[in-house]
């Protein structure tokens, strides 16, 4: 694909958006003389050899594709003529035909990365409306492929309910880890080596199962099998409610999604 391209990014200021912007410039995607970003308040330090500005419509103008990285309430007021370019949303619960709507544009994408995007780590689903053509597809798996894996799903409810799993997904390995670093702290641990053993246990796991390139289950099971002391754990945590909590927090996830949708 060719370093020609310009890419827009509504909210390039902002920590997923800039994180974007790092992707695709470190990958020699996208030369930065054709990133244009936009800001609210204060110009960031990033980015020097790239065009900033806080008018939208100016962004939209310069560019080739136009990747929204704003909250949904942020979304709402923004007036954004994309002149049937590509547009690609990273805000949870807009629809496709909102997005079409306002934008003025039949090439609107969905996509769902998340903060690992920052250490290249994101996995980002996404789904196109009937309009987006190859070369478009194309464009959106270069983009999501610099900041880690993606793949394309069949619904726009896959995306809702993804808001949840894999969009969301970086809080809950930190929600396990704080929890343990509190139990360990209460028990008597100085905080600071708590907090080595605890994050280098989810690091470590997260290796292990990119590695390994198992079923999740399988890897539990090995572990019951040994029926020591992590099983006695899983087991504990099974019986306190562990499994339905996820579940109560996934489906939160989704109906805010949809919500969200809702409003627009």
């Known amino acids: ?94 629809r496709l035909d909102a997005l079409a709507e306002r934008h003025k544009t039949g090439r609107v994408v969905r996509a769902l990365p998340n903060a690992a995007a920052e250490v290249g780590k994101s996995y980002t689903p996404w789904i196109g409306a009937n309009d987006i053509t190859r070369d478009d597809r194309d464009v959106v798996r270069a983009i999501f492929e610099t900041c880690g ?51 280098a246990v989810i690091s470590g796991a997260g290796r292990l199962l990119e590695r390994r390139n198992e079923c999740p289950d399988d890897i539990v099971q090995t572990f019951l099998d040994y029926r020591g002391t992590t099983a006695a754990a899983i087991e504990g945590m099974r019986a306190a409610g562990f499994d339905a909590a996820v579940g109560e927090g996934l489906s939160a996830a989704f109906k805010k999604s949809v919500g969200m949708g809702a409003v627009s």
């Not at 993804?162 to 028990?187: N, Q, Y």
């Not at 008597?188 to 605890?198: H, M, Y």
């Open 1 to 94: 694909m060719s370093v020609s391209l310009r890419i827009g990014i509504v909210g390039g200021g902002g920590w997923l958006g800039g994180a974007i912007a790092s992707a695709i410039v470190d990958s020699g995607l996208v030369d930065p003389r054709n990133l244009c970003l936009s800001y609210r308040s204060r110009q960031p330090d990033r980015f020097p050899d790239s065009f900033w500005t806080t008018d939208s419509q100016e962004l939209a103008d310069r560019s080739d594709v136009i990747l929204l990285s704003i909250r949904p309430d942020d979304w709402h007021p923004l007036a954004l003529d994309a002149s049937d370019k590509l547009v690609i949303s990273v805000m949870a619960g807009i």
């Open 149 to 199: 894996s993606e793949d394309e799903v069949a619904r726009e409810s896959d995306i809702d309910y993804l808001t949840g799993l894999s969009g969301s997904g970086p809080a809950f390995p930190a929600l396990l880890a704080a929890a343990m670093m509190r139990d360990a702290v209460i028990r008597g641990l100085p905080a600071e080596v708590a907090r080595r053993a605890v994050n």
